[in-house]
């Protein structure tokens, strides 16, 4: 079975940065599947805040664009998330996704990112 594992959350100041990992184990071909984080804060809907394409290219959500970088390794199987300019409004949970085909998702159980003041 595919399973995504997250990682790297805690507790940082405003200001402060994190990097979460998002691993992938099993028997899936991750090189060439697209991969994104998502999260959702309290009272919020779930929301992408994060894609990055088998070739490499990514997308940001307009509130976290030049505070947060997405990358792989595709050797480690693994998806990262650079946070960083902290803001109080980032906390949430975080998940990672994958979309294996266009009938099944993958989703990861979160990692909780507070930001305090």
């Known amino acids: 079975q595919v399973q995504l594992v997250e990682s790297g959350g805690g507790l940082v100041q405003a200001g402060g940065s994190l990097r979460l990992s998002c691993a992938a184990s099993?028997?899936?071909?991750?090189?060439?599947?697209?991969m994104g984080w998502n999260r959702q804060a309290p009272g919020k809907q779930r929301e992408l805040v994060a894609s990055?394409?088998?070739?490499?290219?990514?997308d940001y959500a307009d509130s976290v664009k030049g505070r947060f970088t997405i990358s792989r390794v595709n050797a480690k199987k693994t998806v990262y998330l650079q946070m960083d300019s902290l803001k109080l409004e980032d906390t949430a949970v975080y998940f990672c996704?994958?979309?294996?085909?266009?009938?099944?998702?993958?989703w990861g159980q979160g990692t909780q990112v507070t930001v305090s003041s």
């Open positions: 990055i394409t088998a070739g490499g290219s990514a």
């Open positions: 099993g028997t899936i071909l991750f090189s060439i599947k697209p």
């Open positions: 996704n994958v979309v294996l085909s266009s009938s099944q998702s993958l």
